[in-house]
């Protein structure tokens, strides 16, 4: 048997920063959703683990055995009896990622991946871990990983790692931009001055069930890290000045640490247009038109 299963790009619709901690993290709130958009990955049984990475992004994966997807593999399979290898009792798999996502780009795509391996290895592999157990374990791979293995709209707290399912949110048109710049965290985290702090903004009690509720509920709050990573790659402020730009474009606004930044649309004509415009002012730009927070996103599908 194959699985197949997409690993969406993760999106941070606010980001507020709160103090740092006694461990130098700082806290965080967030509300994060997923697109249609995200790197593609398929799993066969196996006696061995491999990774074999393929796409315009492969080259910028980690390789070996750091990679997150080789590393949250280990973390789900058992531990085998003293004096046999891993895959031995078929725990194995082959592995191949399709990286379309750019990577340190604000999109949670390493933490996509591993949590996709996840999801997928205990379907492949049978292990009936509940959800509550990919999460423990998915805390222990990075911050960003518990959210990506829910992989539908969420509120995240902590350094990242605790996350709980909100109530629905609307699928909405969207535009993925980046300059072609990867911008790593804590850099950002270090130009930081200003900061909203957390509990500024009220968890949504109710769905919410149109763009422009959404948009008003999203009023009040900003991405805390836009400020300085726009320090650091001064592209970005380029990036959001083109979809501002663009009509139809209801709220442009940096992901995570960037440097991607999304736009939401009202209509998907509007997305659409959009970006092959950017694409074509800005050939070296990633540009894709996505929606965002649509339903079943994630999801292992099997091929026998």
């Known amino acids: 048997m194959k699985l197949r299963i997409v690993a969406p ?37 196996a006696g061995d683990l491999t990774l074999k990475v393929t796409g315009p992004f492969a080259r910028y994966a980690p390789p070996g055995a750091d990679n997150l997807v080789l590393r949250a593999a280990r973390a789900l399979s058992p531990s085998p009896p003293q004096g046999e290898r891993a895959g031995v009792r078929g725990l194995g798999a082959t592995i191949t990622l399709e990286k379309n996502i750019p990577v340190a780009a604000g999109l949670g795509g390493g933490s996509a991946d591993a949590a996709a391996t996840l999801r997928a290895l205990n379907v492949l592999w049978d292990l009936k871990r509940s959800e509550q157990d990919l999460l423990e374990i998915a805390a222990t791979l990075g911050s960003d990983v518990p959210a990506c293995v829910l992989s539908r709209p969420c509120w995240m707290t902590g350094r990242g790692e605790h996350v709980h399912e909100v109530p629905s949110l609307p699928s909405v048109p969207a535009v993925l931009v980046n300059p072609g710049i990867a911008v790593p965290t804590a850099p950002v985290f270090a130009a930081l001055n200003a900061r909203t702090g957390i509990g500024a903004l009220p968890q949504p009690q109710s769905a919410i069930t149109t763009l422009w509720d959404l948009v008003s509920y999203l009023a009040d709050s900003t991405n805390d890290l836009e400020a300085p990573a726009g320090l650091i790659a001064p592209a970005i402020d380029e990036v959001l000045a083109a979809l501002d730009h663009e009509p139809a474009c209801v709220l442009a606004q940096m992901s995570g640490s960037g440097a991607t930044c999304f736009a939401l649309f009202d209509g998907e004509e509007f997305a659409a247009g959009a970006a092959d415009r950017i694409a074509q002012d800005h050939p070296d730009w990633w540009v894709k038109a996505t929606r965002l927070a649509a339903p079943d996103i994630g999801r292992p599908r099997s091929e026998i």
């Not at 790009?9 to 709160?18: D, M, S």
């Not at 130098?24 to 709130?29: G, M, Q, T, V």
């Open 9 to 45: 790009a993760k999106i941070n619709l606010f980001l507020h920063v709160g103090d740092k901690r006694p461990d130098n993290y700082h806290a965080l709130e967030s509300l994060v959703v997923f697109a249609e958009a995200g790197d593609r990955m398929e799993f066969a049984a």
